[in-house]
């Protein structure tokens, strides 16, 4: 079960919903040092977070 660590977020917590989101990851931006990505509410669009996936690293 261990292998499954995979370091993405399902929901957060919206303002404009008042309440936790599921959320949908978009590619932001490709870095050199690695990819961001963004965290989308899935109702109202709104941007909830961002997340650095480093190369290198691997989340699985
Ligand atoms: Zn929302």
């Known amino acids: 079960m261990d292998q499954f660590k995979e ?3 399902t929901e957060l917590y919206c303002n404009n919903c008042k309440q ?3 959320v949908r990851e978009t590619l932001l ?3 050199s040092d690695g990819d961001m990505y963004g965290y989308r509410c899935s109702r109202c669009g709104q941007y909830l977070g961002t997340r650095k996936n480093s190369k290198g690293k691997t989340f699985r």
């Open 29 to 31: 931006l490709v870095l």
């Open 7 to 9: 370091f993405t977020a």
């Open 20 to 22: 936790a989101m599921p």
